[in-house]
């Protein structure tokens, strides 16, 4: 159980487009959903968290308008990366808990490279 | 807000020694520390996590000890295994609502054969 998946797993795309991530709990219902970055050699970073049905909290620094996080259903959270630049490529990660407090379980990431 | 630092950054063994990895955290309301094995290329995976109000837990080769007072807490490896190479995340909940993790630096350990 509490399996999550994330697609795509990979993706290239151009400077000044948009890219959408999904993060999906297969088999729980996640209240609570945590998306991270990680860039090479480095710890994870909290961008936002997204809870069902009400808006995302983003960490400091992080921009909510470039980054557009959607908890639309328990089983589904969308990150957006809008407008990307190089400097965005990086290993994107989803976590989902069941209910804050509860464990994390971490998706397979999504390592995007904007060129 | 919550900052842990965790040591060493690389740990080197040889299969069958232990392997030990500290953290220490900052929010003395923290209540949750898991621990997670990350290999290159893959998904954080949880290996073991205590509670506050616990003082130790162990599952088969891998044991973790908090100590509330000191705010630490620490990864125990015994009988090293080559495929228990990988990057190990210490974290510890924030006093917030959602309980957010804040995630240590990381330990790269490498075990010989």
């Known amino acids: 159980g509490a399996v999550v998946s994330q697609h795509p797993s990979r993706v290239i795309c151009k400077s000044g487009t948009s890219v959408k991530i999904e993060c999906r709990s297969l088999?729980?219902?996640?209240?609570?959903m945590f998306w991270y970055r990680q860039f090479p050699k480095q710890s994870l970073m909290l961008m936002a968290t997204?809870?069902?049905?009400?808006?995302?909290?983003?960490e400091q620094g992080v921009e909510k308008d470039k980054f557009l996080i959607n908890h639309a259903s328990l089983t589904l959270s969308t990150l957006t990366v809008t407008s990307a630049h190089p400097e965005d490529s990086s290993f994107y990660i989803c976590?989902?808990?069941?209910?804050?407090?509860?464990?994390?379980?971490f998706g397979p990431g999504t390592r995007l490279t904007v060129l | 807000g919550e900052n842990v630092e965790q040591h060493p950054s690389t740990l080197s063994v040889q299969e069958g020694d232990s392997a030990v990895i500290k953290c220490t955290y900052s929010?003395?309301?923290?209540?949750?520390f898991p621990w997670y094995k990350q290999e290159l290329g893959k998904r954080p995976q949880l290996i073991i996590d205590?509670?506050?109000?616990?003082g130790e837990k162990k599952d088969q080769r891998i044991a973790v000890t908090l100590n509330k007072t000191a705010k630490h807490f620490s990864l125990h490896i015994t009988e090293t295994q080559p495929e228990d190479s990988a990057v190990y995340f210490c974290?510890?909940?924030?006093?917030?609502?959602?309980?957010?993790?804040?995630f240590g630096t990381g330990t790269r350990l490498l075990v010989s054969p």
């Open positions: 976590s989902a808990s069941w209910a804050p407090g509860d464990t994390q379980y």
């Open positions: 088999d729980f219902q996640a209240t609570t």
């Open positions: 997204s809870n069902e049905g009400s808006k995302a909290t983003y």
């Open positions: 929010d003395s309301a923290s209540n949750y």
């Open positions: 205590i509670r506050s109000n616990v």
């Open positions: 974290a510890a909940t924030m006093n917030t609502g959602f309980q957010k993790l804040v």
